[in-house]
């Protein structure tokens, strides 16, 4: 066994460490509370070629290992959950799509720009009616000549508003089996694709989620992603790897609420000295110290036996489940030891616990990795 | 024209204040090694005369195994190639020697345009390497560069930061430089470059290499001897609340508090 990053992987912990230090935590705060779009920070990580890390380089990417990524989201979830989730939705579910399903053609066409950071990319999955029951899904994709047909919504599209490149699920037959759905490629700026207003949430201000309605959108029959039919299994194998990238980003946001609260219980005083030194406040850092440790390993374990070739998806759901539950309850944590000023925007736990509150909810809930789970665990592989 | 950045490692300066005179003499601070940050402006100075300019840029630093953490960092940077000098005879040389030592590497290097350094290295805040550098090369110092003008026809304009502003100074090539960081902000390591520097594999030049007498560096050719080494007292500090019942007020107290301070 080996527990060590490599010298790559040290290398860019570091240099993001630092990045992340100086450029994206001093703008977490304003990001959250004006809900601007930080393009200043995804420009930079694109010149950095960030947004490119699980491109091949052969499409102008990195290249790297799942473990690099995984150490890019944690470290950006450490300075702010809007520009990680971002990043992981590029990253993990846009362009895993098209690497993992597309055609050669597909690939030097919509991954180089995505790799390079000039293009954003987005996946939609989630419509008014339906989320966790992809079966539900209910934008049609219609043959019509040399074209395809699509009409419908999507809900809930994180990046759908300022991504180039959008990946779509749609029904290409109508009866509701497991060959029924087709993914495709679609250039956002088609005729038909109308993002609405970046939706308002609780937390993650700076990631815009949009309403995307599809009006007959027309693009050409090659924009089909992988094969028709196979749209199910494809979206669910990304989402597989998505799970990595969310549950990386948890662990930075738990690693986050758990530097602040060993901070604020460093200098804060009660009963003439720091509540430090207090047994209760030592015993809740000491769990979500533990707590964000075992998440950490539970998410390189996963990204490793995805490196290795081996299955992982119990393990990345497990991963998953775990870190963003863990993010939740450390920034809960983190709020409590801060007490009164812990509920204040002064302060920065509060946003990190709206921020990580989405996490248990979005590429797949915690019920969700259970259902994942419990079908590894009782059925086998 | 070609372009040559000498770096070297230092201490976090968040992490100085924990060495201990017992560690501070003996070399060994037993802190994580991060590049001098005063390298960085260097090294991104380097990189972009290469960038408008053409040319080439080389990356040098003088330390045993183990030490090549700035030589990566500027690889990591773009700088396309880097060279440790080190021999054992090179051990407890001081500025003096260390500018002989990086002289010699810059002459086996062969003709070149600018070597640029750090102004200071955190560590021992001497700011006398780029002085013997120029030195022993026989080359125009222009120290506190905020700015390259123009650089062509053998000749260099740049802006130095002087107390009064900004005074403009051209010289004849080769120069070394050692800039401020009015002049530009370092860039971050891409991926590629991190790859590329994890992966870097660096000469070493010794001193039969650089045609240099052993006598007349590290310990043997030392000019400084440290005699007595100890820590500054802790800084004293103290607040003091301005009390008065408008803004006005307390300003003008903070203003007249400040001047009687000579502060301002």
Known sequence: ?????????????????????????????????????????????????????????????????????????????????????????????????????????????????????KVLGALGLTEPGTGSDLQGIRTTARRDGDEWIINGSKMWMTNGGVAGTAVLLCRTKAERSSHSLSQFIVPTDTPGFQAGPPEKKMGLHGCWSHAVSLDDVRVPLDHLLGAEGKGLQQTLAVLDGGRIGIGALSVGLGQAALEEA???????????????????????????????????????YAAWRKEQGLPFSKEGAMAKLFATEMAEEVAYQAIQIHGGYGYSHEYPVERIYRDARLMTIGEGTSEVQRMVIARRIIKGR | MKYIVCVTQSPDTAELPKVTVDQAESGNQGLELITNPWDEYAIEEGLRLKEKQGGSVLAITVGPAGTEGALKSAVAMGVPKGVRVWDDAFAGSDALAIGRILAAAVRKEGDYDVVLTGKTTVDGNGALVPVALASALGAALLSQVAKIVAIGDGKITVERLVEEGREKVTADLPVVIAPVKEINEPRYASFMGIRKASRAKFDVWDAAALGINAGSVGAAGAKVAWGNLSKPPAREGSVVLMEGETVEEKVTKLVDALMAEKVI
């Open chain 1, 1 to 117: 066994m080996d527990f060590a990053f490599n010298e790559e992987q040290q290398f860019l912990h570091d240099t993001l460490h630092d990045f992340v230090a100086k450029e994206v935590k001093p703008q977490a705060r304003h990001v959250d509370e004006t809900g601007e779009f930080p393009w200043d920070i995804i420009q930079k990580l694109g010149a950095m070629g960030m947004l490119g890390l699980n491109i091949p380089e052969a499409y102008g990417g990195a290249g790297a290992d799942e473990l690099s990524v995984a150490i890019f989201l944690e470290e950006l979830g450490r300075g702010c959950g809007s520009t990680g989730l971002i990043s992981e939705a590029h990253l993990c579910l846009a362009a895993a799509a098209i690497n993992l399903f597309g055609s050669e053609a597909q690939k030097q066409r919509y991954l180089t720009p995505l790799a390079r950071g």
């Open chain 1, 262 to 300: 060993i901070g604020y219980a460093r200098q804060r005083e009660t009963f003439g000295r720091p509540i430090a030194e207090h047994q209760a406040i030592q015993f809740k850092l000491a769990d979500m110290a533990t707590k964000v440790h075992i998440a950490r390993q539970a998410l390189y």
